[in-house]
């Protein structure tokens, strides 16, 4: 039997599961439905382009505007109320009467949808450290799993000929009883934070320029990674199809390689953090996203080009969930600002880097400019000892360890 400890926490452990599942099924379910919304509108291709530039920009404000939050209240206060917001929001397109509403209705959509990025994430990192082993890339490949299923919920429902409104209500219904669940069972607060008389006052390290510039450099590592992850959603098949004349159906796979392979590597990351470390781990996958996607555009084959988008995800899965667990423990007071860096600053990468990547392709081809990704997961690579634990505060439940 479990004692009431070892309850608590895999209870935890299943409420910041269920977070990140819904996450990923929200923005999944959005995406597939971009298509119903985009003609009800009647829009231009550049007309959307706007419109989800506005969930960039709301994505970036939310984000930094939940770390303070967080550090304030806590993760499990500010991400019960935020996943629920979010299922509530993923309704506005749907209603949207014209394009200034639409942009409206996701800049409010992509807020609340940063918010719970950086909580559910601060939330993983403070329910790994209470239970003192990895846990984390886990969590993001159960993210992973989200967005597979909320493209297939979109894609019964477009394929019953039913409209986003009642695709996004359904989701938010889940997301309604699913808060519920995640309420009752996460962290308790105060688990995973410092005990004594300064316990919620950030460190004095944190202020420093020093502390800021690591948590920059570590931004810098997720946006890397992230220029991976754009780069395989928008041009991975675009460079089958055109580069290698392949049929569409092949094209298509490319994606779904680097996806499949990103959520397998996640599903097993705990457990190769645990055995080897953090920097390790990040070492020897940086080099696998680097040499497999180089090897795979060398070769200039579609198989091999399929097989370099695979080991690309293979390779980024267990990075960026090693940098947000080695940012949120630096000091577990300030974790919510840390994150909040680090994931801002990494969805850049997400946003920038195809927009990057199609601009040097006008110049060397595209061939080329996807060397681009595997450039950064080399300096990923290399810069991996900034992951390197450090000695961690006490807290409540056991001691310490900045897992990663």
């Given at each position: 039997m479990l004692t009431p400890h070892a309850a608590v926490l895999r209870r935890a452990r299943v409420a910041a599961s269920l977070l990140f599942l819904l996450y990923g099924t929200i923005l999944g379910t959005w995406t597939a439905r971009i298509p119903a919304v985009k003609h009800r509108l009647a829009l231009t291709d550049g007309q959307l382009s706007l419109a989800l530039l506005a969930?960039?920009?709301?994505?970036?404000?939310?984000?930094?505007?939940?770390g303070r939050l967080v550090d304030r209240y806590g993760s499990g206060a500010v991400m019960v109320p935020a996943v629920l917001i979010d299922g509530v929001a993923l309704v506005g397109p749907?209603?949207?009467p014209n394009l200034p509403g639409l942009a409206g209705c996701l800049l409010g959509?992509?807020?609340?949808?940063?918010i719970l990025n950086v909580a559910m994430n601060v939330n993983a990192v403070e329910v790994q450290r209470a239970r003192e082993r990895p846990m984390i890339s886990s969590c993001h490949a159960v993210y992973s799993i989200g967005g597979f299923a909320g493209a297939g919920i979109g894609g019964l429902f477009a394929r019953a000929a039913l409209g986003p409104t009642a695709t996004f209500l359904t989701v938010t219904g889940l997301a309604v009883v699913a808060s519920i669940w995640v309420a009752r069972w996460?962290?308790?607060?105060?688990?995973?934070?410092?005990?004594?008389?300064?316990a919620g006052v950030p460190e004095p390290e944190d202020r420093t320029p020093g502390a800021m510039r690591g948590m920059l450099f570590m931004g810098l590592l997720v946006f890397c990674c992230l220029v991976g992850e754009g780069a395989a959603a928008d041009w991975g098949s675009v460079y089958l199809r055109d580069s290698l004349g392949t049929g569409a159906g092949l094209a298509a796979s490319a994606y779904a390689a680097f996806s499949i392979a990103m959520m397998a590597g996640r599903l097993v990351g705990d457990r190769l953090a645990a055995a080897v470390g953090p920097v390790s781990l990040v070492r020897v996958c940086g080099v696998l996203a680097s040499l497999g996607l180089a090897a795979g555009l060398l070769v200039g084959r579609p198989i091999?080009?399929?097989?370099?988008?695979?080991l690309l995800g293979a390779g980024l899965s267990c990075i960026a969930p090693q940098v947000f667990s080695a940012a949120g423990s630096r000091n577990p007071t300030r974790a919510g600002q840390a994150i909040a860096r680090v994931a801002g600053l990494g969805f850049l990468g997400f946003v920038v880097g195809p927009v990057v990547i199609g601009g040097t392709a006008?110049?060397?081809?595209?061939?080329?400019?996807?060397g681009i990704p595997a450039v950064l997961a080399l300096a990923v690579a290399a810069s991996a000892p900034a992951?390197?634990?450090?000695?961690?505060?006490?807290?409540r439940g056991g001691a310490a360890t900045t897992t990663g």
């Open positions: 969930f960039a920009a709301g994505a970036i404000i939310g984000m930094q505007a939940s749907a209603l949207a959509f992509g807020a609340v949808h940063g996460a962290l308790p607060a105060g688990w995973a934070r410092p005990e004594g008389p300064d091999a080009g399929v097989a370099g988008f695979g006008q110049l060397v081809g595209l061939p080329r400019a996807l992951l390197r634990p450090r000695p961690a505060l006490p807290v």
